[in-house]
């Protein structure tokens, strides 16, 4: 295995056209804006891209458009696969195997059925036995309802295939910083609560998975790298700066809000988001468009 995740990821919205359809255009400016940002790369059909309202065509199209900007750009370009079925998960990651441009799956934690942690590790342990691309376990148990402790998470950092996890427990508990404190060998531990990324950056992540840095990409990429090259000052003032941006924009359901200011700034032709979800209000839309602003 030869991917190590550093530095900032956007997880990609899906830009919806008024008749409904993906708009792949809009897609494709907005993978090039975040890395114009200085994004070190995006992910694919993650969380933020609705992936369960995507059918497979617009999920093979979503992937074709990130590939092919990832390709262009020399970008790295993740991609989120599987489910809470081991089976068909392997084979989703079979299919992002033929593709050259997906450095590494994001796959997440099974969820609803809430498997003991030693199903869990099976269950990541068959994935990553048999992919052909690396793994980023994406573990977020307030979305998944199983939490993985600290020694499960170090089994999984244990094996080759694993490239790191993205992080996103709902804040920085003891397990947070004991992993932090001495990962695995190779294994990367990425922020991904937006509002905790700062906290995480500063106990040593080496990079971040962000929704929020749709916007404000530039900066947000530079609270990475400042975090990483040790620039401490310059790092906590752009961690306060961009904490509110963050919390305004998951006042709502993801990725609600993200869109609804990316259709008032023009960066997408409609904010409409798929059933279940509802579009944001204009309350929130208001308060993450005032936060949004360049300095």
Sequence with gaps: MDFSPTGLYVPLV????????????????????????????VVAL?????????????????????????????????????????????????????RPEVAAALVVVPYFTRPSEEGVLAHFTA?????????????????????????A?????????????????????????RLLADPPPGFAVLAGDDLFAAPLLALG????????????TDRFAEMVA???TGDLGRARALGHRL??????????????VVKAVLHAEGAIPTPMVRLPLLPATPAATRAALRLSHPD
């Design 226 to 228: 400042a975090w990483r």
């Design 153 to 177: 998470l170090r089994r999984l950092g244990a094996h080759p295939r694993v490239a790191g996890t993205k992080h996103a427990v709902g804040g920085v508990d003891e397990d947070t910083v």
């Design 205 to 216: 992540a080496p990079g971040a998975i962000l929704a929020s840095a749709h916007l404000r």
């Design 46 to 98: 993650g969380t933020t891209a609705e992936p369960a309202a995507l059918d497979p065509d617009e999920r093979r199209l979503v992937l074709d458009v990130c590939a092919r900007v990832c390709r262009e750009r020399s970008a790295t370009l993740i991609a989120g696969a599987g489910s809470n079925d081991t089976r068909s998960s392997l084979a989703a990651l079979e299919e992002l195997g033929k």
């Design 127 to 151: 994935l990553a036995d048999g992919s052909p691309v690396p793994l980023i376990v994406y573990n977020i148990p307030y979305r998944t309802g199983r939490t993985l402790g600290l020694d």
């Design 243 to 256: 904490a509110p941006l963050s919390a305004t924009l998951f006042a709502e359901p993801n990725p609600a």
């Design 14 to 41: 899906t830009p919806f056209a008024a008749d409904g359809s993906v708009a792949a255009g809009a897609l494709e400016a907005l993978a090039h804006r975040v890395l114009d940002g200085g994004a070190a790369g």
